[in-house]
Protein backbone atom coordinates (compact mmCIF):
# COMPACT_ATOMS: atom_id res chain seq x y z
CA UNK A 1 0.00 0.00 0.00
CA UNK A 2 0.67 3.63 -0.55
CA UNK A 3 -0.06 6.86 1.28
CA UNK A 4 0.05 9.56 -1.94
CA UNK A 5 1.31 13.07 -0.31
CA UNK A 6 -0.64 15.57 -1.84
CA UNK A 7 1.01 18.98 -3.11
CA UNK A 8 -0.36 21.91 -0.60
CA UNK A 9 -0.46 24.83 -2.52
CA UNK A 10 -2.30 26.98 -0.71
CA UNK A 11 -3.98 26.66 3.01
CA UNK A 12 -7.50 28.11 2.18
CA UNK A 13 -10.51 26.63 1.35
CA UNK A 14 -38.19 19.54 -26.65
CA UNK A 15 -37.74 15.79 -26.18
CA UNK A 16 -40.87 12.87 -26.74
CA UNK A 17 -41.75 11.91 -22.59
CA UNK A 18 -42.68 7.93 -22.14
CA UNK A 19 -44.34 7.86 -19.00
CA UNK A 20 -44.21 4.37 -17.65
CA UNK A 21 -45.56 2.55 -14.08
CA UNK A 22 -43.72 2.03 -11.59
CA UNK A 23 -41.66 -1.38 -11.45
CA UNK A 24 -40.01 -3.23 -8.85
CA UNK A 25 -36.68 -2.18 -8.84
CA UNK A 26 -34.25 -5.36 -9.24
CA UNK A 27 -32.24 -5.58 -6.01
CA UNK A 28 -29.20 -8.41 -5.06
CA UNK A 29 -28.81 -10.40 -2.28
CA UNK A 30 -25.75 -8.63 -1.66
CA UNK A 31 -26.51 -6.31 1.59
CA UNK A 32 -24.37 -3.43 1.03
CA UNK A 33 -25.15 -2.75 -2.77
CA UNK A 34 -28.10 -2.80 -4.42
CA UNK A 35 -28.69 -3.22 -8.42
CA UNK A 36 -30.67 -0.99 -10.34
CA UNK A 37 -31.18 -1.35 -14.23
CA UNK A 38 -29.12 -3.60 -16.25
CA UNK A 39 -28.24 -4.29 -20.45
CA UNK A 40 -31.10 -3.13 -22.28
CA UNK A 41 -33.08 -0.59 -24.64
CA UNK A 42 -36.28 -0.82 -22.39
CA UNK A 43 -37.72 1.36 -19.24
CA UNK A 44 -35.13 0.91 -16.55
CA UNK A 45 -32.39 -0.75 -18.44
CA UNK A 46 -29.37 0.93 -20.08
CA UNK A 47 -26.79 0.99 -22.63
CA UNK A 48 -23.76 2.65 -21.10
CA UNK A 49 -25.13 4.43 -18.03
CA UNK A 50 -23.32 7.55 -17.85
CA UNK A 51 -24.23 11.08 -15.92
CA UNK A 52 -25.83 10.71 -12.70
CA UNK A 53 -27.57 13.12 -10.25
CA UNK A 54 -30.32 12.78 -7.65
CA UNK A 55 -33.31 15.35 -7.04
CA UNK A 56 -34.50 16.69 -3.65
CA UNK A 57 -37.07 13.84 -3.36
CA UNK A 58 -34.34 11.10 -3.61
CA UNK A 59 -35.18 9.96 -6.74
CA UNK A 60 -32.39 10.27 -9.47
CA UNK A 61 -32.12 10.85 -13.26
CA UNK A 62 -29.26 8.49 -15.43
CA UNK A 63 -28.02 9.62 -18.99
CA UNK A 64 -26.58 6.79 -21.08
CA UNK A 65 -24.78 6.33 -24.09
CA UNK A 66 -28.10 6.24 -26.17
CA UNK A 67 -29.14 9.83 -25.57
CA UNK A 68 -32.03 8.60 -23.43
CA UNK A 69 -32.90 9.98 -19.90
CA UNK A 70 -34.42 8.06 -17.35
CA UNK A 71 -35.56 9.21 -13.95
CA UNK A 72 -35.71 6.15 -11.24
CA UNK A 73 -38.01 6.51 -7.76
CA UNK A 74 -35.70 6.70 -4.22
CA UNK A 75 -36.13 2.27 -4.05
CA UNK A 76 -35.12 2.15 -8.08
CA UNK A 77 -38.03 1.75 -9.55
CA UNK A 78 -38.29 3.18 -13.20
CA UNK A 79 -40.80 6.50 -12.99
CA UNK A 80 -40.11 8.09 -16.60
CA UNK A 81 -37.46 7.54 -19.87
CA UNK A 82 -37.44 10.55 -22.81
CA UNK A 83 -34.38 11.18 -25.06
CA UNK A 84 -32.46 13.97 -25.76
CA UNK A 85 -33.71 16.81 -28.41
CA UNK A 86 -31.18 16.04 -31.01
CA UNK A 87 -28.32 13.10 -30.82
CA UNK A 88 -27.08 12.58 -34.27
CA UNK A 89 -23.75 13.98 -33.53
CA UNK A 90 -23.34 12.50 -30.02
CA UNK A 91 -24.57 11.86 -26.84
CA UNK A 92 -24.83 13.93 -23.30
CA UNK A 93 -22.29 12.63 -20.66
CA UNK A 94 -23.27 14.85 -17.57
CA UNK A 95 -25.97 16.94 -15.52
CA UNK A 96 -26.64 18.05 -12.36
CA UNK A 97 -29.71 19.40 -10.29
CA UNK A 98 -30.61 22.98 -10.40
CA UNK A 99 -32.32 24.66 -7.19
CA UNK A 100 -35.34 25.52 -9.35
CA UNK A 101 -35.87 21.82 -9.29
CA UNK A 102 -34.86 21.22 -13.13
CA UNK A 103 -31.89 19.37 -14.46
CA UNK A 104 -28.95 20.62 -16.41
CA UNK A 105 -27.31 18.54 -19.05
CA UNK A 106 -24.26 18.58 -20.70
CA UNK A 107 -25.24 18.07 -24.33
CA UNK A 108 -21.07 17.56 -24.84
CA UNK A 109 -21.17 17.05 -28.59
CA UNK A 110 -23.73 19.91 -29.33
CA UNK A 111 -21.54 22.03 -27.37
CA UNK A 112 -24.16 23.09 -24.59
CA UNK A 113 -26.16 22.89 -21.54
CA UNK A 114 -29.86 21.98 -21.50
CA UNK A 115 -32.04 23.00 -19.23
CA UNK A 116 -35.07 20.52 -18.59
CA UNK A 117 -37.80 19.96 -16.32
CA UNK A 118 -37.65 16.51 -14.15
CA UNK A 119 -40.48 15.26 -17.20
CA UNK A 120 -37.75 16.15 -19.87
CA UNK A 121 -39.59 19.23 -21.21
CA UNK A 122 -36.71 21.51 -22.45
CA UNK A 123 -36.52 24.82 -20.64
CA UNK A 124 -33.75 26.66 -22.61
CA UNK A 125 -30.71 26.34 -23.60
CA UNK A 126 -27.42 27.81 -21.74
CA UNK A 127 -24.47 29.63 -23.69
CA UNK A 128 -24.02 27.63 -26.83
CA UNK A 129 -20.45 26.43 -28.78
CA UNK A 130 -17.76 28.31 -29.19
CA UNK A 131 -14.18 28.92 -27.75
CA UNK A 132 -14.81 31.98 -25.69
CA UNK A 133 -15.79 32.55 -22.32
CA UNK A 134 -18.87 31.54 -21.58
CA UNK A 135 -19.34 29.11 -24.64
CA UNK A 136 -18.57 25.51 -24.87
CA UNK A 137 -17.08 22.77 -27.20
CA UNK A 138 -17.27 19.72 -25.13
CA UNK A 139 -19.09 20.15 -22.07
CA UNK A 140 -18.73 16.81 -19.57
CA UNK A 141 -19.89 17.48 -16.05
CA UNK A 142 -21.39 20.11 -13.99
CA UNK A 143 -22.31 20.75 -10.13
CA UNK A 144 -24.68 23.41 -8.79
CA UNK A 145 -23.30 25.12 -5.37
CA UNK A 146 -26.98 26.00 -4.25
CA UNK A 147 -25.48 28.06 -0.99
CA UNK A 148 -23.34 30.07 -3.20
CA UNK A 149 -25.76 30.77 -6.43
CA UNK A 150 -23.04 28.76 -8.76
CA UNK A 151 -23.14 26.02 -11.27
CA UNK A 152 -19.48 24.96 -12.69
CA UNK A 153 -18.91 23.46 -15.61
CA UNK A 154 -15.99 21.53 -17.20
CA UNK A 155 -15.35 20.69 -20.56
CA UNK A 156 -12.17 20.20 -23.32
CA UNK A 157 -11.75 20.05 -26.78
CA UNK A 158 -10.06 22.74 -28.77
CA UNK A 159 -7.72 22.78 -25.86
CA UNK A 160 -10.42 24.49 -24.15
CA UNK A 161 -10.24 22.46 -21.32
CA UNK A 162 -11.39 24.55 -18.45
CA UNK A 163 -13.83 25.27 -15.91
CA UNK A 164 -16.68 27.14 -16.28
CA UNK A 165 -18.83 29.03 -13.22
CA UNK A 166 -21.93 30.74 -13.79
CA UNK A 167 -25.28 31.59 -11.55
CA UNK A 168 -27.64 28.72 -10.71
CA UNK A 169 -30.05 31.20 -13.43
CA UNK A 170 -27.55 30.66 -16.38
CA UNK A 171 -25.52 34.06 -16.07
CA UNK A 172 -22.12 33.64 -17.00
CA UNK A 173 -19.31 34.51 -14.18
CA UNK A 174 -15.69 33.65 -15.04
CA UNK A 175 -13.76 30.97 -16.60
CA UNK A 176 -10.06 29.27 -15.60
CA UNK A 177 -7.68 26.36 -16.54
CA UNK A 178 -6.54 25.89 -19.87
CA UNK A 179 -5.02 22.50 -21.98
CA UNK A 180 -1.78 21.10 -20.21
CA UNK A 181 -0.27 19.04 -17.13
CA UNK A 182 0.80 22.24 -14.71
CA UNK A 183 -0.83 22.77 -11.62
CA UNK A 184 -4.36 24.71 -12.44
CA UNK A 185 -4.01 23.16 -16.14
CA UNK A 186 -6.55 20.09 -17.35
CA UNK A 187 -6.54 17.88 -19.90
CA UNK A 188 -9.85 16.27 -20.73
CA UNK A 189 -11.76 17.46 -16.94
CA UNK A 190 -14.48 14.78 -16.98
CA UNK A 191 -16.06 15.60 -13.46
CA UNK A 192 -16.21 18.28 -10.64
CA UNK A 193 -17.82 18.69 -7.09
CA UNK A 194 -18.50 21.20 -4.38
CA UNK A 195 -17.94 20.48 -0.39
CA UNK A 196 -19.52 21.96 2.23
CA UNK A 197 -16.91 25.25 2.36
CA UNK A 198 -17.38 25.83 -1.31
CA UNK A 199 -14.48 24.69 -2.73
CA UNK A 200 -13.89 22.73 -6.12
CA UNK A 201 -12.67 19.69 -6.80
CA UNK A 202 -12.19 18.58 -10.69
CA UNK A 203 -11.76 15.11 -11.79
CA UNK A 204 -8.73 15.62 -14.06
CA UNK A 205 -8.98 12.46 -16.06
CA UNK A 206 -6.30 12.42 -18.48
CA UNK A 207 -3.72 13.66 -16.02
CA UNK A 208 -4.36 10.90 -13.94
CA UNK A 209 -5.58 13.25 -10.55
CA UNK A 210 -7.74 15.74 -8.66
CA UNK A 211 -7.04 19.50 -8.43
CA UNK A 212 -9.03 21.47 -5.59
CA UNK A 213 -9.61 25.25 -5.99
CA UNK A 214 -11.88 27.61 -3.95
CA UNK A 215 -14.82 29.48 -5.80
CA UNK A 216 -12.76 31.90 -7.92
CA UNK A 217 -10.35 29.77 -9.08
CA UNK A 218 -7.31 29.75 -6.87
CA UNK A 219 -5.77 26.30 -6.70
CA UNK A 220 -5.48 25.06 -3.62
CA UNK A 221 -3.85 21.36 -3.89
CA UNK A 222 -3.51 18.68 -6.00
CA UNK A 223 -3.46 15.01 -5.13
CA UNK A 224 -3.19 11.98 -7.21
CA UNK A 225 -0.64 10.34 -9.26
CA UNK A 226 -1.15 7.51 -12.36
CA UNK A 227 -1.01 3.87 -11.33
CA UNK A 228 -2.90 0.49 -9.98
CA UNK A 229 -2.21 0.77 -6.21
CA UNK A 230 -4.53 1.76 -3.73
CA UNK A 231 -4.90 5.50 -3.47
CA UNK A 232 -3.69 5.93 -6.91
CA UNK A 233 -5.51 7.03 -10.40
CA UNK A 234 -6.20 5.52 -13.93
CA UNK A 235 -8.12 7.96 -15.62
CA UNK A 236 -10.25 9.91 -12.38
CA UNK A 237 -14.28 9.93 -14.60
CA UNK A 238 -16.15 11.99 -12.04
CA UNK A 239 -15.94 13.12 -8.08
CA UNK A 240 -18.21 13.76 -5.34
CA UNK A 241 -18.43 15.11 -1.87
CA UNK A 242 -20.17 13.95 0.95
CA UNK A 243 -21.83 15.98 4.35
CA UNK A 244 -18.29 14.85 5.79
CA UNK A 245 -16.35 16.14 2.72
CA UNK A 246 -14.99 12.72 2.14
CA UNK A 247 -14.08 12.98 -1.74
CA UNK A 248 -15.35 9.92 -3.46
CA UNK A 249 -13.56 9.53 -6.88
CA UNK A 250 -15.37 7.40 -9.70
CA UNK A 251 -11.43 5.70 -10.55
CA UNK A 252 -12.51 4.67 -14.30
CA UNK A 253 -9.68 2.51 -16.06
CA UNK A 254 -8.92 0.78 -11.82
CA UNK A 255 -12.66 0.05 -11.90
CA UNK A 256 -13.29 1.08 -8.18
CA UNK A 257 -14.10 3.76 -6.21
CA UNK A 258 -11.50 5.98 -3.99
CA UNK A 259 -12.19 8.05 -1.26
CA UNK A 260 -9.94 10.65 0.14
CA UNK A 261 -10.26 13.08 2.72
CA UNK A 262 -10.58 17.08 2.13
CA UNK A 263 -6.68 17.08 2.39
CA UNK A 264 -6.37 14.52 -0.60
CA UNK A 265 -4.90 11.45 1.75
CA UNK A 266 -6.30 8.11 0.79
CA UNK A 267 -8.96 6.55 3.52
CA UNK A 268 -10.23 3.44 1.70
CA UNK A 269 -11.47 1.80 -1.87
CA UNK A 270 -14.91 0.00 -2.45
CA UNK A 271 -15.25 -2.39 -5.48
CA UNK A 272 -12.60 -3.67 -8.02
CA UNK A 273 -13.11 -5.18 -11.72
CA UNK A 274 -15.87 -7.61 -12.54
CA UNK A 275 -19.82 -7.89 -12.73
CA UNK A 276 -20.67 -9.27 -9.36
CA UNK A 277 -22.05 -6.82 -6.53
CA UNK A 278 -20.11 -4.12 -5.22
CA UNK A 279 -17.58 -4.63 -8.52
CA UNK A 280 -17.29 -2.22 -11.37
CA UNK A 281 -16.43 -2.25 -14.62
CA UNK A 282 -15.64 1.46 -15.92
CA UNK A 283 -17.42 3.40 -13.27
CA UNK A 284 -17.88 6.93 -15.54
CA UNK A 285 -19.98 8.72 -12.62
CA UNK A 286 -21.14 8.89 -9.20
CA UNK A 287 -23.56 10.92 -6.75
CA UNK A 288 -24.30 11.48 -2.73
CA UNK A 289 -27.78 11.30 -2.27
CA UNK A 290 -30.00 12.80 0.91
CA UNK A 291 -29.96 9.16 2.15
CA UNK A 292 -26.41 9.33 2.62
CA UNK A 293 -26.23 7.02 -0.03
CA UNK A 294 -23.36 6.50 -3.03
CA UNK A 295 -24.93 6.14 -6.66
CA UNK A 296 -22.23 4.97 -9.08
CA UNK A 297 -22.86 4.42 -13.00
CA UNK A 298 -21.32 1.13 -13.40
CA UNK A 299 -21.52 1.57 -17.13
CA UNK A 300 -19.43 -1.42 -18.42
CA UNK A 301 -21.44 -3.39 -16.62
CA UNK A 302 -25.36 -1.31 -17.88
CA UNK A 303 -26.38 -0.47 -14.11
CA UNK A 304 -26.45 1.65 -11.15
CA UNK A 305 -24.96 0.28 -8.13
CA UNK A 306 -26.42 1.61 -4.98
CA UNK A 307 -25.22 1.61 -1.15
CA UNK A 308 -24.75 3.21 1.64
CA UNK A 309 -22.26 5.51 2.73
CA UNK A 310 -18.91 3.90 4.97
CA UNK A 311 -18.68 4.52 7.72
CA UNK A 312 -15.91 7.22 8.85
CA UNK A 313 -12.63 5.37 8.25
CA UNK A 314 -9.10 5.49 9.79
CA UNK A 315 -7.32 7.56 7.32
CA UNK A 316 -3.90 5.50 5.97
CA UNK A 317 -0.83 6.45 6.96
CA UNK A 318 -2.14 8.38 10.17
CA UNK A 319 -3.31 5.99 12.64
CA UNK A 320 -6.32 8.16 13.65
CA UNK A 321 -9.51 9.38 12.24
CA UNK A 322 -10.21 13.05 11.47
Not at 179 to 190: E, L, M
Request: charged share 20%.
Amino acid sequence: MKTLLPLLLVAACGAALILWPAAEPHRTADALWQQVGRRGALAGEFNQPRGITVLADGSFVVVDRSARVQRFGARGEALALWEMPEHAKGNPKGLCTLPNGHLLVCDTHYGRLVEMTVGGAQVREWAGYGQEPGQFTHPLSCVADFRRDAVYVVEYGGYNDRVQKYTTAGRFLKTWGSFGNGPGQFRRPSGVAVDSRGCVYVADAANHRLQKFDGEGRLLLVFGEEGRAEGQLSYPFDVACDAEDRIYVANYNNHRVDIFDAEGTFLESLGGAGQAEGQFKFPWSLTVDPRGRLLVSDTGNSRVQIRALPAKPVAQGRGTER
